[in-house]
């Protein structure tokens, strides 16, 4: 199956061909991630977005290499190289040097035994082969990027006196103490409070700006993605639902799979009492996908047309091709259906702007356990 890549100008930091992640477990082989195509941009965040299960972090752990029982196919290219090719030797090389991840849950990623400064200094240290104290005033300087406030004091303590956002602060500075050029950000901001959230969000953004990073969020919140993101990976089952700039995907969603995540947001014209709008039904199983559409079975769409629209859908799987513009791709046999069919929601959902976030650098240990 020939698979289409959404493309921008330039040339990609990262461009992911014909991914494919399958697993063998004791009740079968699982494929995690099927076909999925993507580019990212040195300076621009793609927003890769899904239901839990879709296949979002096996896409990312993909990229770093850091699958170990594993069948990972396709081409993944940085910067031009191929990974997919090299050992583990040669990737750990690029890893934290040229690529970088900061995972959802710092806490289990800091080790509790060393101060978050020996942690970063190490990290320093195996990529530039420096002197500790070089390794150490690079930790400090790279907390007081981040926003800790008292970095050289704050580098000798240890991960449990720090807050989640701080935490979280800390992880970023160990990303970037090596000036990677790319970024994943796996969930950056679960389990903190919305505050915090937006102060780590801006982070990111300025940091990004600041070094040209490319950046991929994954994420399941479309809020996040509406803030920073500027090209938009759908992901449903293992497959890419929809690829789209940020502004067209709000403004026109394509898939009925993204008109039901951005229906079940809370939206200011809902009145109090309204109820949520879920999508009904439960993701479908990766060990034995359907021929078809794997939204088919919750598809209120299908369900709402003739025998012949539910066999197709059940039955052929739709592919990834362009819809309205060569920058979008869509994988759905009603793209471009009128939008007063039976089961299809509005079109025009209003996009959510940007979140009003006061300046930082006042009082960033606002967040700070003391």
């Known amino acids: 199956m020939t698979t289409e890549v959404l493309t ?3 040339a990609p930091l990262l461009q992911v061909r014909d991914l494919q992640v399958t697993f063998t477990t004791p009740r079968g082989r699982v494929r995690a991630v099927d076909s999925l195509a993507f580019t990212v941009e040195a300076g621009r965040t ?11 972090s096996v896409t990312s752990l993909a990229v770093m290499g850091l699958h170990r029982d594993a069948e990972v196919g396709g081409s993944i290219a940085l910067a031009g190289q191929e990974l997919t090719a090299l050992s583990e030797k ?20 800091l080790h509790p035994y060393y101060t978050v400064g020996e942690q970063i200094a190490e990290h320093y240290r195996v990529h530039f082969r420096s002197g500790r104290a070089a390794a150490r005033r690079r930790a400090v300087d790279m907390l007081g990027e981040v926003g800790i406030p008292e970095p050289a004091r704050r580098a000798g303590e240890y991960p449990h006196q720090f807050s989640g956002g701080m935490r979280q602060r800390a992880m970023i500075a160990m990303a970037l103490a090596c000036e990677p050029e790319l970024l994943i950000a796996d969930e950056p901001t679960t389990a903190l409070d919305v505050t ?4 780590i969000l801006e982070l990111i953004a300025r940091l990004q700006q600041e070094r040209g990073l490319g950046v991929v969020m994954i994420t399941h919140d479309l809020g996040v993605v509406a803030r920073v993101a500027h090209e938009v990976l759908v992901m449903y089952g293992g497959r890419a639902a929809e690829q789209a700039p940020v502004d067209a995907l ?5 898939h009925p799979y993204t008109r039901g995540l951005l229906d079940s947001l809370p939206r200011l014209d809902d009145s109090d009492d309204e109820p949520l709008r879920a999508i009904p039904g439960s993701p479908p199983s990766l060990r034995e996908p359907a021929p078809g559409c794997a ?36 994988a ?12 299809r929601t509005p079109a025009n959902v209003p996009v959510p702007g940007p979140a009003t976030v006061r300046p930082q650098g006042t009082d960033p240990d606002q967040e700070v356990s003391r």
């Open 8 to 10: 921008t100008t330039g």
């Open 46 to 56: 793609l927003g890769i977005v899904g239901e839990s299960g879709s296949g979002k």
């Open 90 to 109: 040669e990737l750990s090389r690029l890893r934290g040097r040229k690529m970088a991840m900061i995972f959802q849950d710092p806490l289990s990623s």
């Open 196 to 199: 915090v959230q937006a102060q």
């Open 250 to 254: 709000f403004a026109d969603p394509a």
């Open 295 to 330: 939204f088919a079975p919750r598809c209120a769409q299908a369900a709402a047309g003739t025998a012949q629209d539910r066999a197709r859908c059940a039955d052929v799987r739709p592919a990834l091709e362009p819809y309205r513009s060569p920058d979008r791709l869509v």
């Open 332 to 343: 759905c046999h009603f793209a471009g259906v009128p939008a007063d069919a039976a089961g």
